[in-house]
């Protein structure tokens, strides 16, 4: 059974970092791209970004609203993929979802919490 | 503001059909096979019930079925049910490399 779990979302003030994992089972990790996608309180979804799997070149794009501050990563060996936000904003408070997939945005976890406020 | 358009809300009775339009551009939906549809209930995380315009993962009842002409995609659910009652969102490629959503569609089952 396929299954991801998102971890690391927590308060934080603006202009900190936060590091957000995904940890995946139940499928070979290394063969999909991944994908993170956030809702902000009562709002729709948002597309944050991917990663191609290593077999396809591994490429990263991202949203324009965070491109520059967020970088996604992966570790095969681990079956995890990883969400670094930097310079956060208020903005940025949402519940954090990782998916499998990229074009088709396959399987969600359940999400994670993370609140930007001073 | 979403790149791509969907009615804010629809509803329907028990048994009818309804219809949830996603509209965009030849940049994203008209230019790829590429769309998928996601279904959100209140608290939970979303599902993937259509893929590819026109594919439905396993376990997804044959009630739900999407479709698509030229930039706009259409989701179908037939025999509608109470736990029909969500927000479905779209989701499509794009020529930039990235995907967008659309902003949402509540459904309420009357």
């Known amino acids: 059974e396929v299954q991801l779990v998102e971890s690391g979302g927590s308060l934080v003030q603006p202009g900190r970092s936060l590091r957000l994992s995904c940890t995946a089972s139940g499928f070979t990790f290394g063969d999909y791209a991944m994908s993170w996608l956030r809702q902000a309180p009562g709002k729709g979804l948002e597309w944050v970004g991917f990663i191609k799997s290593k077999t396809s070149g591994g490429a990263t794009e991202y949203a324009a609203s965070v491109k520059g501050r967020f970088t996604i990563s992966r570790d095969d060996s681990k079956s995890i993929a990883y969400l670094q936000m930097n310079s956060l904003k208020t903005e940025d408070t949402a519940v954090y979802y990782c998916?499998?997939?990229?074009?088709?945005?396959?399987?969600w976890g359940p999400g994670t919490l993370v609140t930007v406020s001073s | 503001q979403s790149a791509l358009t969907q009615p804010a809300s629809v509803s329907g009775s028990p048994g009818q059909s309804i219809t949830i339009s996603c509209t965009g551009s030849s940049s994203d939906i008209g230019g790829f096979n590429y769309v998928s549809w996601h279904q959100q209930h209140p608290g939970k995380a979303p599902k993937l019930i259509i893929y590819e315009v026109t594919n439905r993962p396993s376990g997804v009842p044959d009630r739900f079925s999407g479709s698509k002409s030229g930039n706009t995609a259409s989701l179908t659910i037939s025999g509608l049910q109470a736990e029909d009652e969500a927000d479905y969102y779209c989701a499509s490629y794009t020529s930039s490399r990235t995907i967008e959503i659309g902003g949402g569609t509540k459904l309420t089952v009357l």
């Open positions: 998916t499998r997939g990229y074009r088709d945005l396959g399987y």
